[in-house]
């Protein structure tokens, strides 16, 4: 079942997308303070690291025998089906960017960008992310779990009765050959770490479809809706528990076009 909803902004949403979109300045910044303590350094010999080994996923499309066995088909990504979920995609303007799948009171957010070939991306994206935070009031934890590092973060939100309150989220990433996978998980997961372990499981099993096509670093990768997808009106249902607050570049709470799977 798919339902259309509008996009709109919040703060949490341009402080992760500013994360992803930006440019290179901060490298450019970088480099200037570097050479403050070095008499040279030449452009050629600074060398990005390479992503990390992924023994247990995320996985890239060339790295598993049959990668849509068990998942829905997203185009550019391959989402593992887990029984009673809720899938929902995000549609910026004729695009689909980004997808969210929902559990019960919790939820992951899944979103895929094109990296360099040799270098990963995720702890620039970390340190800005964290960076875009704390400047607009928040709290960040930098931790390293399951899936490596990550960030817990306390964001500020404004609440549907207009005051100010704050949203748990935590932003999980993987480097992979010539793409880059950021999780946000929100609702009990973020909370209570005990919750979290299904959705660790979707981030982990879930498949990047890069293709070929050249793309420059950080570009969105461009998701579709499956071929059995029925779309439906606007307005059917209301929110989670948690709101309508947003973070990253998905609500997963809010009903947008969605995918109702039970497996």
């Not at 703060?11 to 040279?40: C, F, K, P, R, Y």
């Not at 009990?188 to 099993?205: N, S, Y």
Request: proline share 7%.
């Amino acid at each position: 079942m798919f339902r259309r909803r509008q996009k709109s902004e919040d703060a949490v949403e341009q402080l992760a997308d500013d994360a992803i979109s930006a440019d290179e300045t901060a490298d450019d910044v970088e480099g200037s303070a570097e050479s403050e303590n070095e008499t040279e350094l030449d452009p050629a010999d600074k060398v990005g690291l390479p992503p990390a080994p992924r023994p247990d996923g995320p996985w890239d499309h060339s790295e598993l025998e049959n990668p849509e066995e068990g998942r829905v088909d997203l185009g550019g990504l391959l989402v593992p089906g887990v029984e009673g979920m809720e899938l929902r995609v995000e549609v910026a303007g004729d695009a689909i960017v980004a997808a969210t799948l929902v559990l019960g009171n919790s939820a992951i957010q899944l979103q895929a960008f094109a990296a360099p070939k040799s270098e990963g991306i995720w702890g620039e994206v970390r340190e800005e992310i964290a960076n875009g935070i704390t400047s607009q009031g928040g709290l960040i934890e930098e931790e390293e779990g399951e899936l490596g590092w990550h960030l817990r973060a306390q964001v500020p939100v404004q609440l549907p009765d207009g005051t100010q309150g704050v949203q748990l989220v935590r932003f999980v990433g993987c480097d992979g050959p010539r793409w880059f996978l950021r999780g946000v998980i929100s609702g009990q997961a973020a909370v209570q770490p005990e919750m979290a372990g299904i959705l660790e499981q979707v981030f982990r099993q879930t498949v990047v479809v890069r293709g070929d096509s050249p793309m420059a670093p950080r570009d969105p990768i461009v998701l579709k809706l499956p071929e059995d997808a029925q779309m439906v009106a606007d307005g059917g249902g209301a929110a989670a528990a948690s709101g309508e607050n947003r973070y990253g570049a998905l609500d997963p709470f809010a009903r947008g076009p969605e995918i109702t799977e039970v497996r």
